[in-house]
Each structure stands twice: as structure tokens, then as C-alpha cells.
């Protein structure tokens, strides 16, 4: 099993950038599929980005596509969102994830705050 922890949201004005991180802990990173979802007060949890296990595929949601990108490392057990042109639209709690080929995202972090202010 994997465990992971975010860092990096806070408070950051619109237009601004902020760099989230996740990193892994317990089982052998490359073999997962990471992936990063958000969730805003009274909405449901929605897909933000994901990567494959070699980082060479990248997928994003409509509305972060062009502004936001995911990567990893996986010398280090981690993967990165870094969101540009943040909006107050994006403002929620965003969540790491992990799967392993043929499953859906069954590792969740704790969740990181992002607010943007208009």
C-alpha cells in the first residue's frame, strides 16, 4: 500500500502560480499511476490531472488544460501540479492519487487547501 501526503496550497491571488507536491511513501512509486482531483465546498470531487507511471503520458480536465501541469519524479517518490493563472473558480481542496494499472485511484492523500482570491 501507498501512502501520500500533499504540501504546497495556500493562499495566492488570481493570476498567480502555486506548485503542489505529493510525495509517496510505502510501495515502489513507479508503479503507479498518479493523479491529482479537487474538491470545492458543496461540489463533487472532479478530475484535475493524471500521469502515467513513466510520466511520459499527461491527461487534464478541459478547464485546467493550458494552465496547469503535472509531473513526477520518480527518483524522488513525488509528483507536481503546477498551476499558473490560477482563478477563483479554482479554489478547493485538492487530493493526490494513486493506481495501479487496470484500477481506479484506491490511495488518496489527506487533501491540500488552494484558495485564489479575486
Known amino acids: 500500500q501507498v501512502q501520500l501526503v500533499e504540501s504546497g496550497g495556500g493562499l495566492v491571488q488570481a493570476g498567480g502560480s502555486l506548485r503542489l507536491s505529493c510525495a509517496a511513501s510505502?510501495?515502489?512509486?513507479?508503479?503507479?499511476?498518479m493523479g491529482w482531483f479537487r474538491q470545492a465546498p458543496g461540489k463533487e470531487r472532479e478530475f484535475v490531472a493524471s500521469i502515467s507511471r513513466s510520466g511520459h503520458s499527461t491527461y487534464y480536465a478541459d478547464s485546467v488544460k493550458g494552465r496547469f501541469t503535472i509531473s513526477r519524479d520518480n527518483a524522488k517518490n513525488t509528483v507536481y501540479l503546477q498551476m499558473n493563472s490560477l482563478k477563483p473558480e479554482d479554489t478547493a481542496t485538492y487530493y493526490c492519487?494513486?493506481?495501479?494499472?487496470?484500477?481506479?485511484?484506491?490511495?488518496w492523500g489527506q487533501g491540500t487547501q488552494v484558495t485564489v482570491s479575486s
Open positions: 510505502g510501495r515502489i512509486f513507479s508503479d503507479y499511476h
Open positions: 492519487a494513486a493506481r495501479l494499472e487496470s484500477s481506479w485511484f484506491d490511495y
